[in-house]
């Protein structure tokens, strides 16, 4: 026994030994920041050896950040090698900045010994993170180009750390919304829909405030209206009213933000509420009138003549009830916007006047019960192509070549390209360009020779930055069958006969001809029958000499003969 338990020692020593010497591992730290005060912040530490794998054995996790008060962690004993750390930074015990996290990762090899440590840096900030996504249709290939054919979405969208700390804990969520420095209203979830009617660039604002205060209680409010001596009671949650100045002038339906001005009057009753006071520019020539008291009690709609009623709890640049076209916008497109109005009563801003310019983080209010987000962007609207001409003959005799002229409506900058194919297609709107070509101006030619008599569709695709529209072309080849000409068959034919003919009577006139002369064929011997002999050269010699006298003589003795002749 006592062998087997030294051997068993002496092989647990060994292999403690052995790992002490085993390859070193590495620890990576990542986190999801950044993060809004109070939000939790997930940092996540994940361990790997030489081999960029996971290693094995029991290890454990020291955590610690450079807060104060300070955030620490131990985790021990654990097989895992990716371990996360969730902490958070309370807006009433911490300040946003930049934070670093330190881990320290042990390994066990007898006792733990440290392997490895790493730092990371995160920032927690004051207000919300995330940003403004745009949807409009089914066209999201430009993010911040948009259609002015068509209502555009505007979504917040917050990162999940955010997210999380604001559907967990927040009671009320308005989201407030400017466009070029007009207030169109609020929303409760997130959302805006706008439609940008003119071809140029906006700018859209957005100031989000999460309340994490208490549901009002339901309570008994009068409301009486100031241009009709009717007056209504209900029991209905208290509903926010909003104090302008005395005017006859109709409130107008779009209030710039450098027109907005708050005035804060301290009240005795309620030590954190305010009486707000608006001054609206608004057009003196309106002869409109602001309605009476809302009819439906149900709902605690603002409505239109509390504009004139004191005791307002809340700021008027938060409160879409300022603008007539806001409420019908809101109506239209947002749910439930009423439910919210009692929460808004408590929002306010800081004791001064709101600034004579756009929206931005600089003016963004401060209570320690909420918490803010503001978020911009800049949006291009643009007219989409919407009519396209294709000017040309489709139907083209086979050896002819097609010249189609294309044009089109819609901003520029132009993309086009096009696909041939082979019989009639059906297209479906989703062909794309592979390598488009680009123009300021939608007007372009196009060619091409088909080199077979075929059906063909000619697909031609035009985007801009905001649409794409996909025109079918049916291109119709065809062969025409030549019939041959008269003159093509009488003219050869005349000409052979004329030829036959005039080769008919040469014949004959040549047969015609020789038929009048007898040939008569005499053979002459002019020459001596006799057989030359051999002679020398000086044989012939002298024999010619000898005929050269005898040829003289001869030729005298004939002479003479004619000469006789004469004289008789």
């Known amino acids: 026994m006592d062998v087997i338990l030294r051997n068993l020692l002496i092989a647990s020593i060994l292999f403690s030994i052995g790992d002490a010497f085993s390859d070193p591992i590495d ?61 958070s930074y309370p807006s009433n015990h911490y300040s946003a900045q930049e934070y670093e996290v330190t881990v320290l990762v042990y390994k066990k090899k007898i006792i733990y010994i440290q392997e490895a440590h790493e730092k990371i840096r995160f920032n927690v900030t004051e207000t919300l993170n995330g940003r403004i996504h745009i949807e409009q249709d089914d066209w999201k290939e430009k993010e911040f180009f948009v259609s002015n054919a068509s209502p555009v979405k505007h979504n917040i969208m917050l990162s999940e750390p955010d997210r999380n700390f604001i559907a967990n804990n927040a009671t009320s969520v308005l989201t407030f919304w ?36 208490d549901p009002p209680p339901v309570s008994t409010t009068t409301t009486t209206s100031t241009f009709t001596t009717s007056s209504s009671t209900t029991t ?84 879409s009830m300022i603008s007539k076209e806001a409420v019908l916008v809101q109506k239209r497109h947002v749910d439930n916007t009423n439910i919210i109005l009692n929460s808004i009563r408590n929002l306010s801003f800081n004791n001064n006047y709101l600034p004579n310019e756009c929206l931005n983080k600089t003016f963004i209010p401060s209570d320690p019960n909420k918490t803010y987000g503001y978020f911009r962007i800049q949006i291009s609207a643009k007219v989409p192509i919407t009519k396209v001409n294709v000017k040309g003959n489709n139907w083209l005799q086979f050896g002819d070549v097609l010249n189609l002229s294309i044009s089109c409506n819609g901003s520029a900058k132009f993309q086009h390209c096009t696909k041939i194919k082979v019989g009639v297609h059906n297209v479906t709107g989703y062909e794309n360009c592979s390598s488009p070509l680009q123009g300021d101006v939608c007007n372009f030619t196009l060619t091409h020779y088909f080199r077979e008599a075929n059906t063909y569709t000619y697909i031609i695709v035009i985007m801009n930055d905001v649409s794409k529209v996909v025109t079918p072309a049916v291109i119709r080849m065809y062969k025409v069958s030549v019939q041959p000409q008269l003159s093509v068959i009488v003219v050869p034919v005349t000409c052979s006969l004329l030829a036959i003919i005039i080769i008919v009577f040469g014949v004959a006139y040549y047969v015609q001809s020789q038929n009048r002369y007898t040939v008569e064929v005499a053979d002459f011997d002019f020459g001596q029958a006799n057989d030359m002999e051999y002679k020398s050269f000086y044989e012939r010699l002298r024999e010619d000499i000898s005929n050269m006298f005898n040829r003289s003589g001869d030729f005298l003795g004939q002479r003479n003969k004619y000469d006789n002749m004469e004289e008789s």
């Open 27 to 87: 620890v990576i730290l990542s986190h999801n920041g950044p993060v809004v005060l109070g939000a939790n912040i997930t940092i996540t530490a994940k361990l790997i050896d030489a081999l960029n794998q996971a290693p094995t054995g029991e290890f454990a996790y020291e955590w610690h950040d450079n807060a104060y008060p300070q955030h620490r962690n131990h985790i021990l004993e654990t097989r895992n090698a990716t371990i996360e750390w969730n902490i």
């Open 178 to 213: 400017f466009v070029d420095c007009v207030y169109y209203g609020y929303s409760t979830d997130f959302s805006f829909v706008f439609n940008y009617t003119e071809e140029k660039t906006y700018t859209v604002e957005t100031l989000v405030v999460a309340s994490f205060d």
């Open 236 to 319: 209905t949650p208290a509903t926010p009213v909003i104090s302008t100045s005395r005017s006859s002038s109709p409130v107008s339906e779009a209030i710039p933000r450098s027109k907005i001005i708050l005035k804060t009057n301290g009240s005795s009753s309620a030590e954190n509420t305010f009486t707000k006071q608006i001054s609206v520019a608004t057009d003196s020539t309106d002869s409109r009138k602001l309605s009476t008291a809302s009819k439906e009690t149900s709902t605690p709609m603002v409505s239109e003549d509390s504009l004139t009623n004191d005791g307002a709890k809340i700021s008027p640049v938060l409160s």
